[in-house]
Protein backbone atom coordinates (compact mmCIF):
# COMPACT_ATOMS: atom_id res chain seq x y z
CA UNK A 1 0.00 0.00 0.00
CA UNK A 2 1.34 3.53 -0.92
CA UNK A 3 1.47 6.39 1.11
CA UNK A 4 -0.45 9.35 1.06
CA UNK A 5 2.19 12.02 0.65
CA UNK A 6 0.06 16.09 0.79
CA UNK A 7 1.83 18.94 -0.14
CA UNK A 8 1.02 22.09 -2.14
CA UNK A 9 0.60 21.26 -5.94
CA UNK A 10 2.87 23.33 -7.98
CA UNK A 11 6.38 23.39 -6.60
CA UNK A 12 8.93 21.20 -4.94
CA UNK A 13 9.15 23.46 -1.22
CA UNK A 14 9.30 21.19 1.92
CA UNK A 15 7.87 18.45 0.24
CA UNK A 16 10.65 17.54 -2.07
CA UNK A 17 12.86 16.47 1.08
CA UNK A 18 10.24 13.65 1.77
CA UNK A 19 9.94 12.77 -2.08
CA UNK A 20 13.66 12.28 -2.39
CA UNK A 21 14.07 9.83 0.58
CA UNK A 22 11.13 8.07 -0.53
CA UNK A 23 11.92 7.71 -4.40
CA UNK A 24 15.56 6.84 -3.39
CA UNK A 25 13.86 3.96 -1.36
CA UNK A 26 11.76 2.58 -4.03
CA UNK A 27 9.00 3.42 -1.66
CA UNK A 28 5.69 4.21 -3.22
CA UNK A 29 3.43 7.32 -2.82
CA UNK A 30 0.52 9.39 -3.81
CA UNK A 31 1.13 13.05 -4.35
CA UNK A 32 -2.38 13.47 -3.63
CA UNK A 33 -2.74 17.46 -4.00
CA UNK A 34 -0.81 17.02 -7.71
CA UNK A 35 -3.74 14.66 -8.85
CA UNK A 36 -6.72 15.62 -6.67
CA UNK A 37 -6.06 19.37 -6.28
CA UNK A 38 -5.14 22.05 -3.53
CA UNK A 39 -8.59 21.60 -2.49
CA UNK A 40 -8.77 18.61 -1.22
CA UNK A 41 -5.41 19.04 0.29
CA UNK A 42 -6.76 21.68 2.62
CA UNK A 43 -9.77 19.46 2.78
CA UNK A 44 -8.13 16.55 4.31
CA UNK A 45 -6.27 18.99 6.62
CA UNK A 46 -9.34 20.73 7.51
CA UNK A 47 -11.20 17.65 8.31
CA UNK A 48 -8.62 16.21 11.17
CA UNK A 49 -9.39 16.51 14.57
CA UNK A 50 -7.19 16.34 17.79
CA UNK A 51 -3.21 16.68 17.12
CA UNK A 52 -3.00 17.15 13.75
CA UNK A 53 -0.65 18.33 11.27
CA UNK A 54 0.06 22.64 11.15
CA UNK A 55 0.89 22.32 7.63
CA UNK A 56 1.62 20.66 4.62
CA UNK A 57 3.91 18.63 4.36
CA UNK A 58 2.46 15.80 6.13
CA UNK A 59 2.63 11.48 5.21
CA UNK A 60 -0.45 9.36 5.87
CA UNK A 61 -0.22 5.48 6.15
CA UNK A 62 -4.07 4.50 7.04
CA UNK A 63 -5.00 6.16 10.22
CA UNK A 64 -1.70 7.09 11.24
CA UNK A 65 -0.63 10.72 10.19
CA UNK A 66 2.91 12.14 10.47
CA UNK A 67 4.21 16.12 9.57
CA UNK A 68 7.51 17.86 9.90
CA UNK A 69 10.08 17.03 7.31
CA UNK A 70 12.66 15.93 10.07
CA UNK A 71 10.00 14.09 11.74
CA UNK A 72 8.81 12.18 8.41
CA UNK A 73 12.26 11.32 7.70
CA UNK A 74 13.36 9.96 11.00
CA UNK A 75 10.11 7.79 11.06
CA UNK A 76 10.60 6.31 7.29
CA UNK A 77 13.82 6.27 7.62
CA UNK A 78 13.91 3.63 10.46
CA UNK A 79 10.72 1.89 8.59
CA UNK A 80 12.50 1.47 5.58
CA UNK A 81 15.97 1.27 6.54
CA UNK A 82 17.12 4.86 5.08
CA UNK A 83 18.16 5.76 9.07
CA UNK A 84 21.38 4.36 11.05
CA UNK A 85 19.56 1.37 12.40
CA UNK A 86 20.42 2.41 16.04
CA UNK A 87 19.38 4.96 18.44
CA UNK A 88 22.30 6.95 18.64
CA UNK A 89 23.03 7.56 14.80
CA UNK A 90 19.48 8.35 14.47
CA UNK A 91 19.32 10.52 16.84
CA UNK A 92 22.67 12.40 15.27
CA UNK A 93 20.81 12.17 11.48
CA UNK A 94 17.28 13.91 13.16
CA UNK A 95 20.04 16.86 14.32
CA UNK A 96 21.75 17.31 10.95
CA UNK A 97 17.70 17.17 9.17
CA UNK A 98 16.57 19.90 11.66
CA UNK A 99 20.07 21.87 10.48
CA UNK A 100 19.34 21.39 6.66
CA UNK A 101 15.16 22.93 7.82
CA UNK A 102 17.29 25.69 9.92
CA UNK A 103 18.50 26.81 6.30
CA UNK A 104 16.38 26.15 4.73
CA UNK A 105 14.21 28.65 6.36
CA UNK A 106 16.82 31.03 6.21
CA UNK A 107 16.99 30.32 2.67
CA UNK A 108 13.33 31.25 2.02
CA UNK A 109 13.49 34.36 4.46
CA UNK A 110 15.99 35.82 2.26
CA UNK A 111 13.13 36.77 -0.13
CA UNK A 112 10.76 37.03 2.86
CA UNK A 113 12.95 38.67 4.93
CA UNK A 114 9.58 40.96 6.82
CA UNK A 115 6.90 39.06 6.55
CA UNK A 116 5.46 35.95 4.42
CA UNK A 117 2.45 36.75 3.39
CA UNK A 118 3.74 39.88 1.63
CA UNK A 119 5.17 40.05 -1.99
CA UNK A 120 8.51 39.26 -2.77
CA UNK A 121 8.56 43.27 -4.31
CA UNK A 122 7.02 44.47 -1.13
CA UNK A 123 10.39 43.76 0.72
CA UNK A 124 12.87 43.90 -2.45
CA UNK A 125 15.55 46.36 0.07
CA UNK A 126 15.50 44.04 2.82
CA UNK A 127 15.82 40.98 0.59
CA UNK A 128 19.16 42.70 -0.98
CA UNK A 129 20.45 43.04 2.79
CA UNK A 130 19.54 39.48 3.51
CA UNK A 131 20.78 38.41 0.27
CA UNK A 132 24.18 39.88 1.05
CA UNK A 133 24.32 38.18 4.75
CA UNK A 134 22.96 34.49 3.74
CA UNK A 135 25.42 34.66 0.80
CA UNK A 136 29.26 35.86 2.58
CA UNK A 137 28.17 34.54 6.09
CA UNK A 138 25.35 32.07 6.55
CA UNK A 139 25.89 29.54 3.68
CA UNK A 140 29.50 28.91 4.61
CA UNK A 141 28.88 28.58 8.08
CA UNK A 142 26.35 25.89 7.49
CA UNK A 143 28.01 24.55 4.82
CA UNK A 144 31.54 23.92 7.38
CA UNK A 145 29.03 22.29 9.75
CA UNK A 146 27.86 19.94 6.79
CA UNK A 147 31.29 19.27 5.41
CA UNK A 148 32.49 18.08 9.10
CA UNK A 149 29.74 15.61 9.67
CA UNK A 150 30.52 14.23 6.10
CA UNK A 151 33.99 14.04 7.38
CA UNK A 152 32.97 11.81 10.16
CA UNK A 153 33.31 8.83 7.59
CA UNK A 154 35.09 7.40 4.39
CA UNK A 155 32.16 9.08 2.31
CA UNK A 156 30.50 9.74 0.21
CA UNK A 157 27.66 9.27 2.57
CA UNK A 158 26.94 10.97 5.98
CA UNK A 159 27.07 6.81 7.17
CA UNK A 160 29.79 6.43 4.64
CA UNK A 161 28.96 3.92 1.95
CA UNK A 162 25.57 3.65 3.23
CA UNK A 163 22.81 6.29 2.10
CA UNK A 164 20.26 7.76 4.69
CA UNK A 165 17.45 10.87 4.57
CA UNK A 166 20.19 13.41 5.17
CA UNK A 167 21.97 12.99 2.06
CA UNK A 168 19.17 13.16 -0.10
CA UNK A 169 18.31 16.60 1.84
CA UNK A 170 21.83 17.63 1.33
CA UNK A 171 21.56 16.70 -1.99
CA UNK A 172 18.03 19.00 -2.32
CA UNK A 173 19.81 21.41 -0.50
CA UNK A 174 22.62 22.18 -2.56
CA UNK A 175 20.82 22.16 -5.69
CA UNK A 176 17.91 24.30 -4.36
CA UNK A 177 20.72 26.97 -3.60
CA UNK A 178 22.62 26.23 -6.78
CA UNK A 179 19.45 27.60 -8.65
CA UNK A 180 18.87 30.22 -6.02
CA UNK A 181 22.85 31.74 -6.18
CA UNK A 182 24.32 30.37 -9.43
CA UNK A 183 26.83 32.85 -8.92
CA UNK A 184 27.88 32.56 -5.12
CA UNK A 185 27.86 28.26 -5.45
CA UNK A 186 29.77 28.75 -8.26
CA UNK A 187 32.19 30.46 -6.35
CA UNK A 188 32.16 28.23 -3.27
CA UNK A 189 31.89 25.01 -4.11
CA UNK A 190 35.13 24.04 -3.91
CA UNK A 191 35.67 24.81 -0.86
CA UNK A 192 33.32 22.10 0.01
CA UNK A 193 34.44 18.83 -1.75
CA UNK A 194 32.93 16.20 0.77
CA UNK A 195 29.55 18.40 0.77
CA UNK A 196 29.66 18.03 -3.00
CA UNK A 197 30.86 14.37 -3.50
CA UNK A 198 27.88 13.90 -1.31
CA UNK A 199 25.47 16.06 -3.47
CA UNK A 200 26.71 13.72 -6.61
CA UNK A 201 26.76 10.36 -4.97
CA UNK A 202 23.08 10.97 -4.12
CA UNK A 203 22.18 12.19 -8.14
CA UNK A 204 23.77 8.44 -9.16
CA UNK A 205 21.11 6.05 -6.70
CA UNK A 206 19.25 4.25 -9.05
CA UNK A 207 15.75 6.15 -7.66
CA UNK A 208 17.19 9.53 -7.55
CA UNK A 209 18.28 8.88 -11.39
CA UNK A 210 14.85 7.67 -12.37
CA UNK A 211 13.52 10.21 -10.21
CA UNK A 212 15.08 13.33 -11.80
CA UNK A 213 14.45 12.14 -15.34
CA UNK A 214 10.69 12.03 -14.65
CA UNK A 215 7.47 14.25 -14.79
CA UNK A 216 7.42 13.39 -11.09
CA UNK A 217 10.14 15.81 -10.54
CA UNK A 218 9.16 19.30 -11.18
CA UNK A 219 11.00 22.50 -12.00
CA UNK A 220 12.06 25.08 -9.20
CA UNK A 221 10.29 28.31 -9.65
CA UNK A 222 9.78 31.78 -8.10
CA UNK A 223 7.08 30.46 -6.00
CA UNK A 224 8.86 27.74 -3.69
CA UNK A 225 11.46 27.64 -1.02
CA UNK A 226 14.73 28.30 -3.46
CA UNK A 227 13.92 31.00 -5.74
CA UNK A 228 16.37 32.67 -8.23
CA UNK A 229 16.61 36.61 -8.13
CA UNK A 230 18.92 37.80 -10.53
CA UNK A 231 19.30 40.93 -7.99
CA UNK A 232 20.14 38.87 -4.93
CA UNK A 233 22.68 37.01 -6.43
CA UNK A 234 26.84 37.26 -6.27
CA UNK A 235 30.00 35.40 -6.30
Request: hydrophobic fraction near 40%.
Amino acid sequence: MAYDLWYWPGIQGRGEFVRLALEAAGVGYRDRARSDGVEALVDDLDRRSGIRPYAPPYLVDGDFCIAQVAHILAWAGEKHGFGAGDQAGDLQLIMLQLTISDIVAEAHNVHHPIAGDLYYEDQKDAAARAAENFREQRIPKFFRYFEDALSANDGPFVLGDRWSHVDTSLFQLVEGLRYAFPQRMKAIEGDYAKLIACRDAVAELDGIKDYLASERRLAFNEDGIFRHYPELDAA
